[in-house]
C-alpha cells in the first residue's frame, strides 16, 4: 500500500487505524505534452483517492491540464522550455543533427524569459503543499522550494537526468562526444541558475550533492 493511501491496514486483532486526513499535493513539470500527461494521470490517481491536488506547469499546457477529469487545478510555472522545439528553424536543426546550431537558438531562446522570474514562480506554484512532486526537469527547483517550505519532495522521474559521468542526457547527447566528464556536464546544464534563486530568493545554502 502506498504511503499516500487514505486507508491504513490495521494489526491483527487491533481496532481500525483512524482515515488519514487528506494531503496537499503540488506536481511541478514543464516541456512538451509527453513531459505533462504522466503526472496529469498521477493527480487524477491522487485526486480519486481524497487528496487535493494541483499541476504546475507552463502557460502553454494550461487547457490540457484543466481539460482532464471535470477540470484540475492549474498553477502556472513562468516561462517556455519546449517551446523552441516547435520553431521551424529549430526543427530543421534537429533534422540535421545540428546541434551547434540549435545551441544558440536555444541561447536566442533563453533570452526571453526572465531566469529569475521563472525560478521565483516555483515559490508560488507550490504554494501550501505538504508534499511536492519534481518531474526530471523541474527536480532542482521542486526540493529547493520543497526545503524551504518544509515540504516532503518526491521525485517522479520518466528518464535519466540526474548529474552522472555514464552518459549524457539525450537532448544533449550530440556535444559529449563520448567524454564523461562532458556527460555530467549535459546533465547540470538545465539546473545551472538554480543557485541563484537559492541563495538570492530562498535564503538556502548551496547543496553540496543531489539534483
Known amino acids: 500500500m502506498d504511503a499516500l493511501s487514505i486507508r491504513t ?6 481496532a481500525p487505524a483512524q482515515p488519514r486526513p487528506p494531503l496537499r499535493v503540488a ?5 512538451t505534452r509527453g513531459d505533462v500527461q504522466p503526472y496529469v494521470a498521477l493527480a487524477l490517481a491522487l ?17 490540457f491540464v484543466r481539460g482532464f477529469g471535470g477540470g484540475l487545478e492549474w498553477r502556472r510555472i513562468e516561462g517556455d522550455s519546449a517551446g523552441l522545439l516547435f520553431e521551424p528553424e529549430a526543427q530543421r536543426a534537429l533534422a540535421e ?15 526571453k524569459f526572465n531566469k529569475m522570474t ?12 505538504d508534499i511536492v512532486v519534481g518531474a526530471g526537469l523541474t527536480l532542482t527547483q ?14 517522479a522521474i520518466l528518464g535519466p537526468t540526474l548529474p552522472t559521468s555514464e552518459f549524457p542526457l539525450f537532448l544533449l547527447a550530440g556535444l559529449a562526444c563520448g567524454c564523461r566528464c562532458l556527460n555530467r556536464w549535459t546533465c547540470e546544464c538545465p539546473n545551472a541558475n538554480t543557485a541563484l534563486t537559492r541563495a538570492r530568493t ?10
Do not use: F, Q
Not at 9 to 14: E, H, I, L, N, P
Not at 147 to 154: D, F, M, S
Open 9 to 14: 491496514v490495521s494489526a491483527a486483532g487491533a
Open 27 to 31: 506536481i511541478a513539470t514543464v516541456g
Open 47 to 63: 485526486r480519486r483517492r481524497g487528496h487535493h491536488v494541483v499541476v504546475a506547469t507552463e502557460a502553454r499546457m494550461e487547457s
Open 97 to 111: 543533427s545540428n546541434m551547434w546550431r540549435l545551441i544558440s537558438l536555444t541561447s536566442a531562446w533563453e533570452k
Open 118 to 129: 521563472v525560478l521565483r514562480s516555483y515559490e508560488d506554484a507550490l504554494a501550501g503543499a
Open 142 to 155: 521542486t526540493v529547493c522550494v520543497a526545503e524551504r517550505n518544509g515540504a516532503a519532495w518526491v521525485p
Open 202 to 211: 530562498l535564503r538556502l545554502p548551496a547543496r553540496t550533492n543531489g539534483p
